[in-house]
């Protein structure tokens, strides 16, 4: 199988990798760039653990060749906080409000829930829902994840925000 470098933005960084065309994106991603945040899953687009976020949408990384994503941009969950260190707004909100569990699902979760919040500012709770319907979580029942979420969008839209309830 031929090989040849493939390169795009991760992360506000641009990377350029060899790769053989019929490498996934999720293998891209883990294997020749040691971005481990997104998780293989199922392989086959169900479960949403390997979301990441390609020039503005969110998308299954492993449903995508590596060579499809040449000169995109690409987000994954070790993208979203500061430079600093500092949270993103989502990561925060799913530890406050114990959004996660064994945290398998969170990064794809957390992913998704950043370009749903981009699109949507102020979603309600079924358009949470139907917004993170592509990502599923064996362990939380999503009731915390929506909480996550909700409290994440008031954070980012500036409205006071109450402590997380025990």
Do not use: W
Not at 65 to 76: I, N, P, R, S, Y
């Amino acid at each position: 199988m031929s090989k040849s470098i493939v390169s795009m933005t991760v992360n506000g960084r641009t990377v350029s990798a060899e790769a053989e065309s019929r490498t996934l994106l999720i293998h891209y991603l883990r294997e020749n760039l040691n971005l481990t945040g997104p998780h293989i899953g199922c392989e086959t687009s169900h479960c949403g653990a390997c979301t990441v976020d390609i020039d503005g949408k969110s998308a299954k990384s492993c449903t995508i060749f590596a060579v499809q994503a040449e000169g995109a941009q690409v987000l994954t969950i070790e993208g979203m906080a500061g430079a600093d260190g500092k949270l993103h707004a989502l990561q925060e909100a799913f530890r406050e409000t114990h959004g996660l569990q064994c945290g398998f699902c969170t990064p794809g979760m957390i992913v998704r829930a950043h370009r749903l919040l981009l699109e949507n500012p102020n979603p309600s709770e079924a358009e949470i829902r139907m917004g993170i319907s592509g990502n599923l979580c064996r362990c939380t029942g999503y009731q915390n994840i929506v909480k996550a979420i909700q409290y994440a969008a008031a954070k980012i839209n500036g409205v006071e925000v109450k402590e997380a309830a025990e």
